[in-house]
């Protein structure tokens, strides 16, 4: 069961930076990914975790079996702490996704796109939207001036349009919704993603820890078990 959460935490985590890289021009604060990087070690730690509860189950191995409820408490512990840490840090996507965003679609360069000018058409493709707020944020961008053509990046055409060519004389061709709103909410359910999981394993944790203690007390109980302490024999 500990090997299963902990590819599923790797998984979660995994799929976190993944994302992060697709967003992270709007998003300047490296510090988010934290809760990520933790969950990954949790996971992996996870893993060893339950090779040496396995091994010390089936030796019943007072001593391993007390290692191993060590080892999940303090893993439960970090998993608390990557739960905290995702809602400050989903707390703050809003305020650094709306100091960022502006820089970013003044710097959008449509004849030879940079990495940031390529994350702008992306993101307006893939959560389409168009504009920071609606498509008429375009008109105050540089690319837009120095273009004279009255149209946005092709980016922010419907995509069951094959015919648009980013006209402001047709806003009915084009997204309308503005991207920032869509970007926090997604950065955002990054996040929960990374609290989802890490409550889900805190849980199952406990579980563990349960099971472990209840099978060292049953060991310290056991009159044979005595017997054999006494005896100057360990089992």
């Not at 996870?46 to 191995?61: D, K, M, N, Q, Y």
């Not at 001036?145 to 648009?164: G, H, M, R, Y």
Request: glycine content about 6%; aromatic content about 12%; overall charge negative.
């Amino acid at each position: 069961l500990l090997q299963a959460a902990a590819g599923i935490l790797c998984y979660v985590g995994a799929y976190v930076f993944i994302t992060y890289d697709d967003y992270d021009h709007f998003f300047e604060d490296v510090y988010t990914l934290i809760p990520a990087v933790v969950i990954i070690a949790v996971g992996t730690l996870l893993f060893i975790i339950g090779l040496i509860g396995c091994c010390a189950t089936i030796r019943e191995s007072r001593c391993g079996l007390a290692t191993f409820v060590i080892i999940l408490l303090l893993v439960f512990i970090t998993e608390v702490v990557v739960v905290v840490l995702g809602y400050i840090y989903r707390a703050k996507v809003e305020d650094e996704v709306d100091h960022s965003i502006q820089k970013v679609y003044n710097g959008y360069n449509g004849t030879n796109p940079d990495a940031a000018s390529r994350a702008i058409d992306y993101v307006q493709r893939q959560l389409r939207c168009c504009g920071i707020h609606n498509y008429s944020d375009w008109e105050s961008t540089v690319w837009f001036k120095q273009t004279k053509n009255n149209s946005v990046p092709l980016s922010c055409c419907k995509a069951a349009l094959s015919n648009c060519t980013g006209s402001l004389t047709r806003p009915m061709d084009l997204y309308s919704e503005g991207c920032e709103a869509l970007v926090v909410k997604k950065l955002q359910e990054i996040m929960m993603y990374v609290i989802w999981a890490a409550l889900a394993f805190a849980a199952i944790q406990l579980l563990g820890m349960l099971c472990a203690c209840i099978v060292l007390c049953r060991r310290s109980r056991d009159p044979a078990y005595e017997l054999l302490i006494t005896g100057g024999t360990y089992a």
